[in-house]
């Protein structure tokens, strides 16, 4: 049997967005920039985890934090060029649940 040789880029690439929440916090920054709580808020993340996958995008280059020295202090968060990039992709993601994933009505997930 031949084996598939995956592109490391490719694999890298797959195994960064399939990290739980982080597409979906890419997918809810696409408006516009945001900050911490509004990020957890919108899509019911724990803070912990919230922290975590900004701090690991932020490495990736996906997004950047902005810090605003006011009083009290603000924290903003932004899409990079690179992170912006992915939007055509979620929004293929977007249209392909559409078509094909039900939703169960009890549990309000697709599992």
Same mark, same amino acid.
């Given at each position: 049997? #031949?084996?598939?040789?995956?592109? &490391?880029? *490719?694999? #890298?690439?797959?195994?960064?967005?399939?990290?739980?929440?982080?597409?979906?916090?890419?997918?809810?920054?696409? /408006?516009? &920039?945001?900050? *911490?709580? /509004?990020?957890?808020?919108?899509?019911?993340?724990? +803070? #912990?985890?919230?922290?975590?996958?900004? #701090?690991?995008?932020? %490495?990736?280059?996906?997004?950047?934090?902005?810090?605003?020295? $006011?009083?009290?202090?603000?924290? $903003?968060?932004?899409?990079? /060029?690179? +992170?912006?990039?992915? $939007? &055509?992709?979620?929004?293929?993601? $977007?249209?392909?649940? %559409?078509?094909?994933?039900?939703?169960? %009505? %009890?549990?309000?997930?697709?599992?």
């Amino acid at each position: 049997m #031949k084996q598939s040789i995956l592109c &490391p880029k *490719f694999e #890298k690439a797959v195994s960064l967005l399939s990290q739980r929440w982080t597409a979906l916090v890419i997918y809810q920054m696409l /408006e516009a &920039p945001q900050r *911490f709580g /509004e990020i957890q808020a919108a899509i019911g993340i724990s +803070g #912990k985890v919230l922290s975590d996958r900004l #701090k690991d995008m932020e %490495q990736e280059g996906l997004i950047k934090r902005d810090v605003y020295p $006011e009083t009290p202090v603000v924290i $903003e968060y932004s899409l990079t /060029e690179k +992170g912006r990039s992915l $939007e &055509p992709v979620l929004r293929d993601i $977007e249209n392909w649940s %559409q078509d094909w994933i039900e939703v169960d %009505q %009890q549990s309000g997930t697709g599992f």
